[in-house]
C-alpha cells in the first residue's frame, strides 16, 4: 500500500499515461513490511522497453511472471526488506534467486522463502520456527 500526495504529481508524464493513471515522482510505504521490487521488458515487435513496479506480495510477483513471461524474459526481482536490527528507517535490497513455497506443519500456515543473491535465505514471518527440511516447493527462479 503506498499514500501518495497531490503536489507528487508528475505533471508532464502523468499526460502520457492511460486516462485514470498518475505517475508520482514519491510515494510513501505506508506499510512497514518486506516489498519486491520487480522488473521486466514489455517486447513490442524488435523494440523492448524496461519497466520497474513495486509489489507487496508473492502471488503479484508470481502473476506478474505470468504477464511477462519470466526471468527468460528479463525479470528480475528484488526483495526490498526493514532491517529491524539497525533501527526503524533502514531498508536493504536483494535480488532474488528463488522462491520457495514451504508446506505449514498443522500448527503454522505456509509460507514463503526466498534464496538471495548475497547467499542467505530469507523467510516471511513464520518461517524461523519451521524445520528447515519441510517439504518445499520451487515456484520461481531468477538467472542473473
Do not use: C
Amino acid at each position: 500500500m503506498f499514500i501518495t500526495d497531490v503536489r507528487a504529481r508528475h505533471p508532464v508524464l502523468s499526460r502520457f499515461v492511460d486516462e485514470g493513471q498518475t505517475v508520482w515522482t514519491s510515494v510513501h510505504l505506508s506499510y512497514f513490511r518486506p516489498w519486491f521490487l520487480a522488473t521486466y521488458l514489455i517486447r513490442d515487435g524488435e523494440a523492448s522497453v524496461g519497466e520497474s513496479v513495486m509489489l507487496m506480495n508473492v502471488t503479484q510477483v508470481l502473476d506478474l511472471i505470468a504477464q511477462v513471461g519470466g526471468s527468460e524474459q528479463g525479470t528480475r526481482v528484488s526483495l526490498v526488506r526493514p532491517i529491524h536490527d539497525e533501527g526503524p528507517d533502514r531498508w536493504k535490497m536483494t535480488a532474488i534467486r528463488k522462491i520457495w513455497k514451504v508446506a505449514g506443519d498443522g500448527t503454522t500456515p505456509a509460507v514463503d522463502a526466498f534464496d538471495l543473491a548475497d547467499e542467505t535465505r530469507f523467510w516471511d514471518s513464520f518461517g524461523d520456527d519451521l524445520d528447515p527440511l519441510s517439504d518445499m516447493q520451487l515456484i520461481a527462479e531468477f538467472h542473473s
